[in-house]
C-alpha cells in the first residue's frame, strides 16, 4: 500500500480541506497535518527503494494491461519526495503575509490536488493514467490561477490553458497511438509488446508523446504560456509551479525514453538525440535571453526556468546512463533552487514594495538577512563552485564532453555566463543601489507576519546547501537510478 501513498494521502487531503472549506481554522489544521504525512510517506517510500525495491500496486486486481498500476522504482521515490518538500514549503510561506494568495475556500483542496496530480504522475506505471494525472495538474493550476479573480490572472491562465489544453490533446492522441500498435498500456507490457510493431509507426506515436510532453515542460518554441501565466501568481503558488510542473514533463520524457518504449526512436537512436539536443540548446539560449532583457523579478526568473529546463532535456539527450544520472541530479537541484527563488523573490518584493527592479534598491542594507537569503540559490543557479548548480552542470558539460557533443557544451557554457549577467542585474538593481528617493517613505515597510515565509526559504536554502557541500549522496543515488532505468529499457 506504501505504494499508494503518492496519490492516497494529498487526495484524502484535499477531499477534506474541501469538506472544511467553511471553518479556515479547521482547514489549516488538515492541510498541513495532510503535508506532514505526505512528506513522512514520502521519505519512508524512499527509504523503501533506495535499496533497490520497486513498490508496485494493481487497482481492483485487475490484470495489468487493464488496470491501474503504481509502481515507485529509485527515480519515482525521488521525486515523490521532493514534491513533498516542495509541498510543505508552499503551505509554510503561505502562512506570511508576503504576496500570500487570496485566502479562499478552495485554495488548500487545490494546492493539495496538484499535489497529487504531480506525485501521481511519478509513481504511475501505466501510460493512459500518465495523461490523467496531467489533467488533474491542469485542472487544478487552473483553478489556482484564476483564484484571485484579477484580469490579469485570467488573461494569464487563459495563456496558460490554451496551450497546454493543445499539450493535452496532442498527448492523448499519441496514447491512442500507442495502444492502437501495441494493444498495452502498462509501461511493463510496453516494453515487450513494442518489439512486435514496425520502427515507423511506433516511432511516429513516440514523437507525438515527446512533442506534447515537450509543451508541457516548455521547450523552445512552445514556452511562451509559461512567462505569460506564472508571474500572475502569488509568490508561493509560483514557486510551487515553477518548481514541479515542467518537471513532470522533463521526468515523463526520460521515463519514456530510457524505459518504456526502447525501439522507438529514444536514446539510443541518434537522430531522436540530435533533435532533441538541439531543441535543448534553443530553450537555453531563448529563455536566458528573456531573463537577461527583462526588469520584472518574476519575469525573470520564469524565463530562468525556460532556460534550465534545457539543461534537463540536453542532459536526457545525452542518451547514456552519465546523461540520464545527470538529468536526475539536475532536475532535483533546479526545483530545489528555482521554488526557493520565487519565494525570496517575494520577500524582496515586499521589502521595496514592487517586483520591477528599476523601482527597487536598498534591501541589502535594510535587510542583509535577505541578501544572503538570496545568495544561496542565485549562486547555485548560476553555477558558482561549490554550490549545487557547479555540480548538476558539471555532471552534464562532463558527459557531453566525453560524447564530443562540443557545441552543445559551448551553449550550456554560454548561457550559464548569461545566467550570471541576469543574475547579477537582480543583485545590482534590488540589493546594492541605493532605494530611489521617491520610494524612500515605504523603504521600512514590513509583512505582518514574515516568519513563515522565512522558514520555508531557509528550509530550501538548507537543502540546497546540503546538495552543495554533499552532492556524492544525491549523485549515487542518481546513478543507481539511471542505471536501473537503463536496464529496464534496454531490449
Known amino acids: 500500500m506504501l505504494a499508494l501513498a503518492p496519490l492516497l494521502v494529498p487526495l484524502v487531503t484535499a477531499l477534506l ?130 483564484l484571485g479573480g484579477r484580469l490579469r490572472q485570467l488573461d494569464g491562465a487563459l495563456k496558460y490553458l490554451a496551450l497546454n489544453l493543445l499539450g493535452t490533446l496532442l498527448l492523448l492522441v499519441g496514447v491512442g497511438m500507442v495502444y492502437g500498435l501495441t494493444g498495452r498500456l502498462a509501461f511493463d507490457e510496453l516494453r515487450s509488446a513494442s518489439e512486435h510493431v514496425a520502427v515507423g509507426p511506433l516511432s511516429a506515436a513516440f514523437g507525438l508523446l515527446v512533442f506534447a510532453l515537450l509543451l508541457k515542460s516548455g521547450a523552445f518554441p512552445l514556452f511562451s504560456w509559461l512567462p505569460a501565466g506564472y508571474p500572475t501568481l502569488p509568490a508561493p503558488l509560483l514557486a510551487l509551479f515553477a518548481g514541479l510542473l515542467t518537471k513532470v514533463g522533463a521526468y515523463a520524457i526520460l521515463r519514456l525514453a530510457a524505459d518504456v518504449i526502447p525501439r522507438a526512436p529514444t536514446l539510443y537512436d541518434g537522430a531522436f538525440a540530435t533533435a532533441l539536443g538541439w ?45 540520464a544520472s545527470a538529468a536526475i541530479f539536475y532536475t532535483v537541484h533546479h526545483i530545489v533552487v528555482k521554488a526557493n527563488l520565487f519565494l525570496i523573490a517575494g520577500l524582496i518584493a515586499s521589502t521595496t514594495g514592487s517586483y520591477d527592479l528599476r523601482r527597487s534598491g536598498g534591501v541589502l542594507a535594510a535587510r542583509p538577512w535577505l541578501a544572503a ?106 546513478d543507481a537510478a539511471a542505471s536501473a532505468l537503463r536496464a529496464g529499457g534496454t531490449p
Open 279 to 323: 531543441i535543448a540548446a534553443a530553450t537555453m539560449l531563448t529563455g536566458v535571453l528573456g531573463a537577461a532583457y527583462h526588469w520584472d523579478l518574476r519575469r525573470i526568473l520564469a524565463f530562468h526556468i525556460v532556460s534550465q529546463i534545457g539543461y534537463i532535456l540536453l542532459a536526457i539527450a545525452l542518451g547514456t546512463t552519465a546523461g
Open 17 to 146: 480541506t474541501a469538506l472544511a472549506a467553511s471553518r479556515p481554522r479547521a482547514q489549516r489544521a488538515l492541510s498541513f497535518a495532510g503535508s506532514f504525512t505526505f512528506l513522512a510517506a514520502a521519505a519512508l517510500l524512499l527509504e523503501r527503494v533506495h535499496a533497490g525495491q520497486t513498490l508496485r500496486i494493481a487497482f481492483g486486481g485487475w490484470p495489468a494491461e487493464h488496470g491501474i498500476v503504481f509502481a515507485v522504482d529509485r527515480l519515482g521515490g525521488l521525486m515523490v519526495f521532493v514534491t513533498a518538500l516542495m509541498g510543505l514549503a508552499t503551505l509554510l510561506y503561505a502562512e506570511s503575509d508576503v504576496d500570500a494568495p487570496r485566502r479562499a475556500p478552495y485554495l488548500a483542496p487545490l494546492v493539495h490536488g496538484l499535489l497529487a496530480g504531480v506525485a501521481a504522475s511519478f509513481a504511475t506505471a501505466d501510460l493512459f493514467n500518465l495523461y490523467v494525472w496531467f489533467e488533474l495538474m491542469l485542472v487544478c493550476a487552473a483553478g489556482l490561477l484564476v
Open 373 to 478: 537569503l538570496f545568495a544561496v540559490p542565485a549562486l547555485s543557479l548560476v553555477g558558482i563552485p561549490p554550490f549545487s548548480g557547479f555540480w548538476a552542470k558539471w555532471l552534464v558539460l562532463r558527459e557531453s564532453f566525453a560524447l564530443g557533443r562540443y557545441a552543445w557544451a559551448v551553449v550550456a557554457l554560454l548561457v550559464s555566463a548569461l545566467t550570471l549577467y541576469s543574475v547579477a542585474k537582480v543583485w545590482l538593481e534590488a540589493f546594492w543601489k541605493p532605494r530611489p528617493e521617491q520610494l524612500e517613505s515605504n523603504a521600512s515597510a514590513q509583512p505582518r507576519a514574515a516568519r513563515p515565509a522565512l522558514a520555508a526559504c531557509a528550509l530550501l536554502g538548507l537543502v540546497t546547501l546540503a546538495l552543495s557541500f554533499a552532492p556524492q549522496t544525491l549523485a549515487e543515488f542518481a
